[in-house]
């Protein structure tokens, strides 16, 4: 079983940065993609950003050039540096990462359990 744990999440004014973490434990053989997703109340889930074990990084149009984020994959852990956060930024935050746990078991997707981030004045 894998597990990850979201960490970082709280209330912070227009303007303020976060940074939210997600470490991954468990029986892990190698993390792949990894990324974070949120959902605010009555809207879908969407794909906020996401990185390859290389680095290779994505954004949805409305954070980039306000969010970050990196890896380490010594320590299987996702970071999402939030900037210059907005009202519509406020959202339950999931981190998801792809997952083989043994050589040749296959991968499967895991996800957190979510951290709340809220923006209000």
């Known amino acids: 079983q894998v597990q990850l744990v979201e960490s970082g999440g709280g209330l912070v004014q227009p303007g303020g940065s976060l940074r939210l973490s997600c470490a991954a434990s468990?029986?892990?053989?190698?993390?792949?993609?990894m990324g974070w997703y949120r959902q605010a109340p009555g809207k879908q889930r969407e794909l906020v950003a996401g990185?390859?074990?290389?680095?290779?990084?994505n954004y949805v149009d409305s954070v980039k050039g306000r969010f970050t984020i990196s890896r380490d994959n010594v320590k299987d852990t996702v970071y999402l540096q939030m900037y210059s956060l907005k009202p519509d930024d406020t959202a339950v935050y999931y981190c998801?990462?792809?997952?083989?746990?043994?050589?040749?078991?296959?991968?499967?997707?895991?996800w957190g359990q979510g951290t709340q981030v809220s923006v209000s004045s």
């Open positions: 998801n990462a792809y997952v083989a746990t043994a050589v040749g078991s296959g991968i499967a997707q895991y």
């Open positions: 468990g029986s892990i053989f190698n993390i792949y993609d």
């Open positions: 990185i390859s074990r290389d680095g290779r990084e």
